[in-house]
């Protein structure tokens, strides 16, 4: 059996674990000493011991964005990125913790069909697009795909099922997401799930750059050249996830420092449940919607468009060399969330279900690293063009809204290249379209395709 120093367990508020692990035995006893083996205890007691700063904060002012509407910095952008996708100097990083559970899909939220006509997953929309980019710059672009304890093993068994969809296995690296364990929010104690195990909760979207620093892949990847990673998540299927006018953008020395570059889409409207970025204290930041007072949210400019308009779309692309001065540093901060979380009760020895918000969670936000960044940049994007996101089971950001604008950007694509359509009751066209990202990740790309010269009423199209 493992040792562990009762004082330091003592001193974080934490005996009660080792009073538990007493009354265990055999392969309990092992079990439950792995999740103690877990706890970073130091860091336990700092985050519960840290009073509420409740430092006034001075009111949040939009941010400024590149809007891609001159012809020569898009060109000049455009320029730069290919150069650094011909060089390989670029690796892709999704993350991919979810399950699909609000989607009624019962695995990773990444194997859900999100095709509008092949059902292609979600996991094969992406592939597609970094296999497409392999074979246009000759060049591999490493896939870094960031899992859960939950979903690891699924995840990987579902690449492998498919065949890695036909990118060379050696270039895709899985690595787990790290947790943070719940806890009471009344005593600060850790909360357990079961009788032989600690309650832990995913430590956030933030945690994937500790994640894969731990993982050896920061360094695996510095080491075969890659300067930069383009980050989305899972549920978007219509993200560009190597834009080369993006990562242009990125690497120009006069407008950003090449550390972090973000996307943000026009709101929809005011209510849309979307994160904004904005500036505050001086610095770039992304406002979560649950923050923000419901007078910001709605206050317009002069030319009465939204003033927090700028919708985080969860796209970033990183300079390497930023992350490993991160993850080396003190990384980025936790948030507090009170939730209601199930407790094992040991005077009942029952799991509890909590009627109310009992624990403290504790989590970590990808888009901190922006006021540590020196000149981050906002770049305008087209949601027509990039941003469909599959969240809900119906209604908006739902699997048939994406659908649909999976399809109406393939009639813009396939009309730019001269097809013709029948049109609906609202003008929009009558045909079914998907074009695979293996076969165009851009309107140009259609040029190599065999394309009829008209579709009708009904007709499914599939390029």
Known sequence: MCSFDSEVFAAAGQSHLLRRLDQLCGEQADRFQRDLAQLDL??????????DQGEVQTAPEPPTL?????????????SRGQALL?????????????????????????????????????????????????????????WCIMTSPLNHGSTVAFFEEHHH?????????????????????????????????????PDGHGGTLRALSRSGLLSTLRSQGIEHLSYFQVDNPMVRALDPVFLGLHIEDSVSSGEVTSKAVAKRSADEKVGVFGVQDGQLTVLEYSDLDQEVCEATDDDGKLMF????????????????????????PFHRAVKKVPFFD?????????????????????????????????????????????????????????????SARAAKWLAQSGVQFAQGA??????????????????????????????????????
């Open 42 to 51: 130091s860091c336990m007691q700092r985050l519960w011991s840290a009073e």
């Open 66 to 78: 590149v809007e891609l509407t001159d012809r020569a910095v898009r060109t000049e952008a455009l």
């Open 86 to 142: 011909a060089e390989g100097k670029v690796a892709c990083l999704t993350v991919a913790g979810g399950q699909g559970s609000r989607l009624g899909w019962d695995g990773p939220k990444g194997t859900f069909p999100s095709g509008p006509i092949t059902g292609d997953s979600l996991f094969a929309q992406f592939a597609g697009q970094i296999e497409r980019e392999t074979k246009r710059y000759g060049q591999t672009v490493p």
């Open 165 to 201: 969809f036909g990118l060379d296995p050696s270039t895709v690296h899985f690595f787990t997401q790290g947790v943070m364990p719940s806890v009471d929010r009344e005593s600060g104690e850790v909360l357990l799930a079961a009788a032989d195990a600690i309650a832990f909760n």
């Open 309 to 332: 308009r700028a919708g985080n779309m969860a796209v970033h692309v990183f300079g390497l060399e930023f992350l490993d001065r991160l993850t080396n540093g003190t990384g980025l």
């Open 346 to 406: 040991d005077s009942t020895g029952t799991v509890q279900q909590p009627s109310a918000p009992n624990a403290v969670k504790y989590e970590t936000f990808i888009f901190d690293a922006l006021p540590l960044a020196t000149r981050p940049l906002v770049v305008e994007a087209d949601r027509a063009e990039e941003f469909a996101p599959i969240k809900n089971a119906e209604g908006s950001d739902s699997v048939q809204t994406s659908q649909l604008a999976q």
């Open 426 to 463: 609202e003008g929009q066209p009558a045909a079914q379209l998907e074009i695979r990202s293996s076969t165009a990740t851009c309107p140009a790309d259609l040029a190599l395709c065999e394309l009829p010269e008209k579709l009708g009423a009904g007709e499914r199209f599939l390029v």
